[in-house]
């Protein structure tokens, strides 16, 4: 028997283990540790698993950081746009609205006013994630941007999504229309710059992340898949034959495939297991034989005849992640689990759109196409999903089972939220507090 056994090596079951110290066993399925924060390598080109960047909002999480990853990580300012109306408008759309042209803004300011003329300045719930959309932006940018986008990047309809997952602006910069100044234009200040900040590893990619911790753990192993968990006997089965008691359950891995693995699990949470909605991301990566001759790291298409929802160029993060002189694009479409998808098509007129926009000059500058495909995308935040997962968590630890992270916890969170989960989930069971 170990005290703690914790399913699941990506960057929160790393972090927990990390924290506890001790008397812990943690399981990974797979050969390697990290999670999706994962990188691909071929023929000197590094992919990681779609864009992964590290923000680090407090000193703690960048000493942790530095001493794990000495000098093979750095900072750098995040530079995205969205493009709009031919144009790219400098990201976040909000804070940048100055760069519309200039019939756009004028359009964006009649709906401002309208805006502020209209309803309770402070508002704080909301029917809907379009609901909070058309109140903090206006009908301009809800209309021309932050609808279309989330439609594109969550696969459903923002009407279907509930609002509180949104409300910090650790995930979307929330403008200051109808706050203090209410002018039109807002500028970007230097403390929002400073948002825009991202550490990434010199070398290796995202999967250097996951790879830091390893030095520090002492009771890691990989390719021990969980099929079984015994919440009467408290014990873990493992495809490979292997089992293991524990006293506390850490879980890390997707939330239903944790449910659908618990023995006698009972029908009121089986029954909660379908509502859990996710998304999958297809990635087409293209290996260039020239480099970029932009310093975009990514870029925002809300547009409905544009295919992908997000480019991004890993050349850009690091140098090192291409050969030398040479560059790289990524583009992403994400989809739900039971739509039907053209691939190839896809692949198709991605290239169509990059020869358009100019940022390929011609096929033939496409050396190599790496596909990755990730199954678990996004959770969704579909209507009423607080209320499942209240029951799912409660019914876990009744039973000394704690499912944490970003599939975990079904919520939307980045590197920096799942070191904190496993931070605080280990200060937490050290000292004997269940709840």
């Known amino acids: 028997m170990v005290k703690f056994v914790i399913l699941g090596a990506g960057m929160t079951g790393l972090s927990t283990a990390y924290h506890l110290k001790k008397n812990y066993f943690l399981a990974e399925k797979t050969k390697n540790v990290g999670g999706l924060a994962g990188s691909i390598e071929i023929k000197g080109y590094l992919f990681d698993y779609a864009e992964h960047f590290l923000r680090i909002p407090n000193k703690y999480l960048e000493d942790l950081f530095k001493k794990l990853m000495g000098d093979n990580i750095f900072s750098q300012e995040l530079v995205s746009a969205i493009y709009f109306k031919k144009k790219y408008i400098p990201y976040p759309f909000q804070e940048n609205i100055r760069e519309l042209p200039p019939i756009e803004l004028e359009k964006y300011e009649k709906s401002l006013k309208s805006n502020l003329k209209s309803g309770d300045q402070r508002k704080q719930e909301f029917e809907s994630f379009e609901d909070f959309i058309y109140y903090q932006y206006g009908g301009y940018i809800a209309n021309e941007f932050m609808i279309p986008y989330n439609e594109k990047i969550w696969s459903i309809k923002p009407n279907e999504m509930n609002a509180s997952w949104f409300l910090s602006s650790n995930f979307i910069p929330v403008s200051n229309i109808g706050k203090k100044n209410k002018q039109a234009s807002p500028t970007v200040n230097e403390r929002s710059k400073k948002k825009h900040i991202r550490w990434y590893p010199v070398k290796g990619g995202s999967q250097e992340f996951g790879k830091s911790f390893t030095p520090f753990l002492n009771h890691l192993v990989l390719n021990h898949e969980a099929i079984r968990v015994d919440v009467e006997k408290k014990e873990v089965f493992f495809k490979n034959g292997f089992s293991i008691n524990y006293e506390d359950l850490i879980s890390t891995i997707p939330l239903p495939e944790l449910l659908n693995i618990i023995n006698n699990l009972p029908s009121e949470i089986r ?66 689990p039971d739509s039907k998808i053209n691939l190839e098509r896809f692949e198709e007129e991605t290239i169509q759109i990059l020869l358009e926009l100019g940022l390929l000059k011609n096929e033939t500058e496409i050396v190599d196409r790496i596909p990755i495909n990730i199954k678990y995308g996004f959770t969704l935040p579909t209507i009423g999903i607080e209320n499942h997962l209240k029951k799912i968590m409660e019914f876990l630890s009744n039973n000394n089972i704690y499912s944490i992270g970003r599939y975990g916890e079904w919520k939307y969170s980045g590197i920096e939220h799942a070191i904190e989960d496993g931070r605080n989930i280990a200060t937490r069971l050290s000292r004997g507090i269940s709840n």
């Open 271 to 336: 029954s909660l297991i379908p509502k859990l909605k996710y998304n999958s991301v297809y990635c087409i990566n293209f290996c260039l034989n020239r480099k970029l001759e932009h310093k975009y790291h990514w870029l925002y298409f809300p547009q409905k005849d544009i295919p992908f929802s997000r480019l991004f160029f890993s050349s850009n993060f690091s140098k090192n992640n291409a050969p030398t002189g040479k560059g790289s694009c990524s583009a992403i479409m994400t989809y739900l």
